[in-house]
């Protein structure tokens, strides 16, 4: 498993961060994690903070201000990030949902676990896949 890995998590809710944050750290004790509350404030730092692309970016749906179809749709038309794998994470249930945001340029869509273990079992599936 690649060590050292820059993880996007763009998510308004900061406990679903945290988890996320959690397992990650536990599959990749040498990554890093930038986080945003919305598409909008992930845009800005996209553009102003990273001075390289991240690895992957992990996308909520169902968000404030710009939500993950609004986002995702942004920077599938940036040369910076248009091939970093995007992999959707959210709490939806609706097959729409999933050909959506798939048709939109995302790799994968995960349903969001109830439980820690499963979230960390999904993440080492995602994490060590190629997607380029």
């Excluded at 942004?74 to 609706?94: A, F, H, R, W």
């Amino acid at each position: 498993m690649n060590k050292g890995n820059l993880y996007f998590i763009v998510d308004d809710d900061p406990d679903d961060q945290e988890l996320f944050i959690e397992a990650l750290k536990g599959l990749d004790e040498f990554c890093q994690c930038i986080t945003a509350f919305n598409g909008q404030e992930a845009l800005q730092k996209l553009n102003t903070d990273m001075p390289v692309p991240p690895d992957f970016i992990f996308l909520d749906l169902n968000m404030p201000l710009m939500n993950g179809r609004q986002f995702l749709s942004e920077i599938k038309k940036t040369n910076l990030v248009q091939d970093v794998p995007v992999i959707i994470y959210s709490t939806s249930t609706q097959t729409q949902d999933v050909v959506d945001t798939i048709q939109l340029g995302a790799v994968f869509f995960l349903q969001k676990p109830n439980r820690f273990e499963d979230l960390s079992k999904a993440l080492a599936g995602i994490i060590s896949r190629k997607w380029k």
